[in-house]
């Protein structure tokens, strides 16, 4: 079964507004958790990496005021999309290993569509 | 940082022929590559990965080898079935803790019968 649970699965909401993305780690401690966005038939980009009581890490031309991380506990991170525009429409999946060099294990993902 | 190429970006074949995927990687430091597949709007799934003290690596119909020399590794799918058109993405890692996934850009496999 599924070892990272990600909420919700589907979001459309109006421009303007803030969505909140949610990924838990089932039945093992993340300290360390990976955010990637997905355009369609793109591939996965790597947006930031989420470490367990300190700030997350972004990549290059991702925006951190756009894009809050917040890793409070070992089980999980959330992703927030601060007024998000239809720019920012996209699919968005969280991972983490269960053991550090370990296969990296996705959540279901969220498809974000702004109107 | 790591830089995955991949090709081709897409492969047609005839059901029960071989397709091949290859991929490159810059960071000679990347030891873990795993290969997934990914169907529309679903997550992706994990097929098979190769670590880099292994050459071959095989699983029933599909294998993975890696040449750490030349820095590419490739997928092979024998015998396939049109189950298997998805979109495949090669993926490479370094060992540090907390290193994430790069991902190649993605080969979209269209098996006919």
Redesign the interface.
Known sequence: GAVVSQHPSWVICKSGTSVKIECRSLDFQA??M?WYRQFPK?????MA?S?EGSKATYEQGVEKDKFLINHASLTLSTLTVTSAHPEDSS?Y?C?APTV??Q??H????T?LSIL | GENVEQHPSTLSVQEGDSAVIKCTYSDSASNYFPWYKQELGKRPQLIIDIRSNVGEKKDQRIAVTLNKTAKHFSLHITETQPEDSAVYFCAARGNQAGTALIFGKGTTLSVSS
């Open positions: 300290t360390t990976f793109q591939s996965l980009m790597l990496t470490n699919f999946i991972s550090s060099n296969p990296q996705f959540g279901d993902g498809r």
